[in-house]
């Protein structure tokens, strides 16, 4: 895993692909940028009315902009237009920059939560993808728990209503590639007893009802 802070360009990601070929390697890469745009950029939309949060100015920002229009032609081996990328990579292994590479990509938006929102369990959705990439970035995300309270992806399931926890075990155990499952409860009693049902391969992570109790900062005084 290779973490990648700032890096605007997509420089990274394109080196971490460009490993992975060379070795076969399944090397990930989590970059986190802002969508800055530049002074000068900044003075010509405000001229046309336009202010922070516009599609319009957002459109020119580094990550909209440079970020995810090059990943993505790194991987498609074509150009934001459709057109095939023209010249080809050197050294070690050369080929075709228009072949791109065996990878994929999400794109995910930090947003800033309102703290009371997130307490009283109603920003599932905004922490859906932390849940995701810690359980390996793979498969489908886990955005909706649906009127069952719970769901199964790929390598992690999540589980909401206890009162569900025969149904979303034996789904667990079914999917062999499943490798963590969340389990959202404030009691320890219920946690233990749905741990103990788990297959022994797969790892139990305790989600508090109260999300924002997941991801506070603590600090020992």
Same mark, same amino acid.
């Given at each position: 895993?290779?973490?990648?802070?700032?890096?605007?360009?997509? *420089? #990274?990601?394109?080196?971490? /692909?460009?490993?992975?070929?060379? &070795?076969?390697g399944r090397r990930q890469c989590i970059s986190v940028t802002n969508n800055e745009v530049s002074a000068e950029e900044q003075r010509g939309l405000r001229k046309r009315g336009l202010r922070p949060g516009d599609d319009d100015w957002e459109s020119q920002g580094i990550c909209d902009y440079i970020t995810k229009p090059r990943v993505t032609a790194a991987i498609t081996g074509r150009t934001p237009q459709g057109e095939p990328?023209?010249? !080809?990579?050197?050294?070690?292994?050369?080929?075709? /920059?228009?072949?791109?590479?065996?990878?994929? +990509? =999400?794109?995910? #938006?930090? #947003?800033?939560?309102?703290?009371?929102?997130?307490?009283?369990?109603? =920003?599932?959705?905004?922490? +859906?993808?932390?849940?995701? $990439?810690?359980?390996?970035?793979?498969?489908?995300?886990?955005? !909706?728990?649906?009127?069952?309270?719970?769901?199964? =992806?790929?390598?992690?399931?999540?589980?909401?209503?206890? !009162?569900?926890?025969?149904?979303?075990?034996?789904?667990? +155990?079914? =999917?062999?590639?499943?490798? $963590?499952?969340?389990?959202? *409860?404030? &009691? !320890?009693? +219920?946690?233990? $007893?749905?741990?103990?049902?788990?297959?022994?391969?797969?790892?139990?992570?305790?989600?508090?009802?109260?999300?924002?109790?997941?991801?506070?900062?603590?600090?020992?005084?």
């Amino acid at each position: 895993m290779v973490l990648d802070f700032f890096s605007g360009s997509g *420089t #990274t990601a394109h080196a971490v /692909m460009r490993l992975n070929k060379q &070795d076969g390697g399944r090397r990930q890469c989590i970059s986190v940028t802002n969508n800055e745009v530049s002074a000068e950029e900044q003075r010509g939309l405000r001229k046309r009315g336009l202010r922070p949060g516009d599609d319009d100015w957002e459109s020119q920002g580094i990550c909209d902009y440079i970020t995810k229009p090059r990943v993505t032609a790194a991987i498609t081996g074509r150009t934001p237009q459709g057109e095939p990328i023209k010249g !080809d990579y050197k050294f070690t292994d050369e080929f075709p /920059m228009s072949d791109g590479f065996e990878e994929s +990509a =999400a794109f995910f #938006t930090l #947003t800033y939560e309102a703290p009371l929102s997130v307490r009283h369990n109603r =920003a599932f959705e905004r922490i +859906a993808p932390m849940l995701w $990439m810690k359980a390996g970035s793979q498969g489908r995300v886990i955005t !909706d728990l649906g009127e069952d309270g719970w769901d199964v =992806a790929e390598t992690y399931g999540v589980l909401e209503n206890l !009162d569900q926890a025969g149904d979303f075990v034996a789904r667990v +155990a079914e =999917a062999e590639s499943v490798k $963590m499952a969340f389990i959202v *409860t404030d &009691d !320890d009693s +219920a946690f233990q $007893m749905v741990c103990r049902d788990l297959p022994s391969s797969v790892l139990p992570v305790r989600l508090y009802e109260s999300y924002l109790q997941n991801f506070q900062l603590r600090g020992g005084r």
